[in-house]
């Protein structure tokens, strides 16, 4: 069974900067497209980045410039590096693994940005 472990969330300021990370257990981690998504209270899940398994990237206008993703195979993480935060970034972040017949979630991890 697939695992997720997410780490790097917390409380910043506004304009601060914070580190996700997600590794996941699994042998085939090199296939996997992975996402980032983040759920605000009271929204829907909205898909926030995406990086393939040949290192594109796609991001949401709303972090466009502000976040990366990235991903390490060796050591089956994926990242999302989060600068010049906001108010309106607060949100539950989950990295999501899909490949073909499959998909799953990590347990999601909580951003809060306030002053």
């Known amino acids: 069974q697939v695992q997720f472990v997410e780490s790097g969330g917390g409380l910043v300021q506004p304009g601060g900067s914070l580190r996700l990370s997600c590794a996941v257990s699994s042998s085939i981690f090199s296939f996997y497209i992975m996402d980032w998504y983040r759920q605000a209270p009271g929204k829907q899940r909205e898909l926030v980045a995406t990086?393939?398994?040949?290192?594109?990237?796609n991001y949401a206008d709303s972090v466009k410039g502000r976040f990366t993703i990235s991903r390490d195979n060796a050591k089956n993480t994926v990242d999302l590096q989060m600068n010049d935060l906001q108010p309106e970034d607060t949100a539950v972040y989950y990295c999501?693994?899909?490949?073909?017949?499959?998909?799953?979630w990590g347990q999601g991890t909580q951003v809060t940005v306030s002053s």
């Open positions: 999501h693994a899909r490949v073909r017949g499959y998909d799953d």
């Open positions: 990086i393939t398994t040949g290192y594109s990237t």
